[in-house]
């Protein structure tokens, strides 16, 4: 049977669950989510996107051919151009200016998941440093996609309702599919063993994912 990008998430799919439908998740559908637990998460969530930006910077600098070198480039403009733009405006609503966000302490959890997925990214290849972002790129579409059909979703007056868009966008998508497709053609070719290697990083880049989100509901008490 061929791997892909399926078949890595079934192997983790108790830790992927716990991520995608996450009660933080599921009080931005319901418009319950506590404000507190929100703002927490948006500040810590712009030092975490510089750290994705400079670990795609590092996925650029370990391409060795011009597709790879392009396709890494595409998702580091991704996060810089787009969706670190959107955050700081949206901060903006949320009354956090930029200027505060510069001397904001890191948080563990932030601390330990960029730094988790550089560091698959020094000491592995390029294969492993796009599994460690997986979670990152594909996980919020689907989170926006659980979202959006779930009976619970607030559809009126949903104060995260932006945030929502921000991951249905199209462009977001489309950045979504050329990943999984990069993913499905190289995860094809490894080993079991290989495999089983990339399985752990992508459950643990995972599980950060998870704890992130813990970490907005546990900074509103
Ligand atoms: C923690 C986290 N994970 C993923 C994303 C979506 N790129 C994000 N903005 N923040």
């Not at 439908?21 to 969530?45: C, K, M, N, R």
């Not at 200016?97 to 601390?111: C, F, G, I, R």
Request: charged fraction near 25%.
């Amino acid at each position: 049977m061929l791997q892909n990008f399926d078949t890595l998430k079934n192997a983790c799919s108790d830790q992927w669950q716990a991520y995608i439908q996450h009660p933080f998740v599921a009080g931005i559908s319901e418009a319950t989510l506590p404000t507190p637990a929100f703002q927490h998460y948006l500040q810590q969530d712009y030092l975490f996107l510089i750290h994705f930006a400079r670990a795609w910077g590092l996925a650029v600098y370990k391409s060795r051919d011009m597709n790879e070198l392009r396709h890494s480039l595409d998702n580091l403009k991704t996060i810089v151009d787009t969706e670190m733009g959107l955050h700081v405006a949206y901060c903006r609503e949320w009354g956090i200016d930029e200027a505060s966000l510069h001397d904001l302490p890191e948080a563990q959890e932030t601390l330990a998941y960029t730094r988790f997925v550089l560091d698959c990214g020094h000491r592995g290849d390029l294969l492993d440093l796009h599994v460690a972002l997986a979670p990152c790129l594909i996980g919020y579409a689907e989170v926006a996609e659980w979202i959006a059909t779930r009976s619970q979703t607030v559809t009126v007056d949903n104060p995260y309702q932006a945030w929502i868009d921000m991951y249905r966008d199209e462009d977001y998508l489309e950045a979504v599919r050329r990943e999984r497709l990069w993913l499905d053609e190289r995860l094809a070719e490894v080993s079991p063993a290989r495999f089983a290697q990339l399985t752990t990083t992508f459950r643990d880049a995972t599980r950060l994912e998870a704890a992130f989100w813990q970490m907005g509901l546990d900074a509103a008490g």
